[in-house]
């Protein structure tokens, strides 16, 4: 791909990006209102919302490597390859636009 596409694809994302964190604090705050009332059904024109509590259980690994040995970790973990991307706003003092 070109530079310039790539480009146009950066700048595509960011707005995107700060629309979805935008829309995510509207969308807790609204789940925090949701949850202040309680659990139970709550009906709208259009949508239904259910509040219901569970509990979930977390295995606290430093507790377990410090109990088992490090032979043991190494022979049942497994690595998993990731790839993050990352979009901030560019500060354009100084930058030239290309026409």
């Known amino acids: 791909m070109n530079k310039?596409?790539?480009?146009?694809?950066?700048?595509?994302?960011?707005p995107l990006l700060a629309q979805k964190a935008d829309l995510e604090k509207q969308i807790g705050q609204i789940k925090d209102k949701l949850k202040a009332e309680g659990c139970g059904?709550?009906?709208g024109?259009?949508?239904?919302?259910?509040?219901?509590?569970?509990?979930s259980y977390k295995l606290d690994m430093k507790a377990v490597r410090a109990k088992l040995?490090?032979?043991f970790i190494r022979a049942n973990?497994?690595?998993i390859t990731?790839?993050?991307?990352?979009?901030?706003?560019?500060?354009?003092?100084g930058l030239q636009v290309a026409a």
């Open 4 to 14: 310039q596409f790539i480009g146009r694809l950066v700048d595509t994302l960011g």
């Open 41 to 43: 059904a709550y009906e």
């Open 45 to 55: 024109e259009l949508f239904r919302v259910t509040v219901s509590e569970s509990i």
């Open 69 to 71: 040995s490090a032979q």
């Open 77 to 79: 973990e497994s690595a």
């Open 82 to 93: 990731k790839i993050d991307i990352k979009c901030v706003a560019r500060n354009n003092s």
